[in-house]
C-alpha cells in the first residue's frame, strides 16, 4: 500500500495562516521534506488548490521572473518544485470543484476516494495541504507521516493547522533536522 506523506510549514504555535489568511513568514515553498523522489503523485484541498496551481505556473511560466504574488525571485529549489508539479499528477479532495488548468488533475469527492488512491500501485503521495484536509485524514487515519517544518515565531491570530481535528492523536517522533533560519523540521508518524 501506498503511504500517504504530508509536509507542512507552520508558525511555532501551530498556526498554517496568519491573520490575512496567509503564511507570509514563509520565504520560499519548496520541499523541504525531502519527499519527491519518494512520489509519484500529490493531493491537496480544495480551498489550497487553486493558489497552488497559480503559484507554480506562475513559476513554471517564468522562472526568472518576481512572481506577482510575493514580487520575489523564485528561490532555485521552487523553480526545481515547479518542474516536479509539471510531471506529477495531482489530485484534489473536493465535493465543489471540477475544474483544474493543469491536465493531469483529478478530482477525488470523498474520504473513501483517497484511501482507494492509497491502494493503487505507485510511489508514496504527498498529502501537500491545506490544513483542513490534513486534519480530516488524519482523523480518517490515513496519514501515514507528518512532517512539520515549524518557522521560529508566533503567529497569534491565524489558522490552526489542528484545530479542526475531531479526536485525539498520538504521534511517534522519528526525526529531527535544524534547518537554515533557525527552522526546524519534526517527522512523525501517527500511532
Known sequence: MRKLISGMQISLDGKVTGAEGFADWVDEWSDHYEVTPRVDACLLGAGMYPGYEQYWTAIRNAPDHPL????????????????FTAQTPHYVLSSTLSHALWPHTRFLRTVADVAALKQEKGKDIYLVGGGKIVASLLDAGLVDELTLTIHPLLAGQGTSLFGKLESRRALALQGIRKLDSGLVSLTYTPG
Not at 506577482?68 to 518542474?83: C, I, S, W
Open 68 to 83: 506577482p504574488m510575493t514580487g520575489k525571485l523564485p528561490a532555485p529549489a521552487e523553480v526545481d518544485y515547479a518542474r
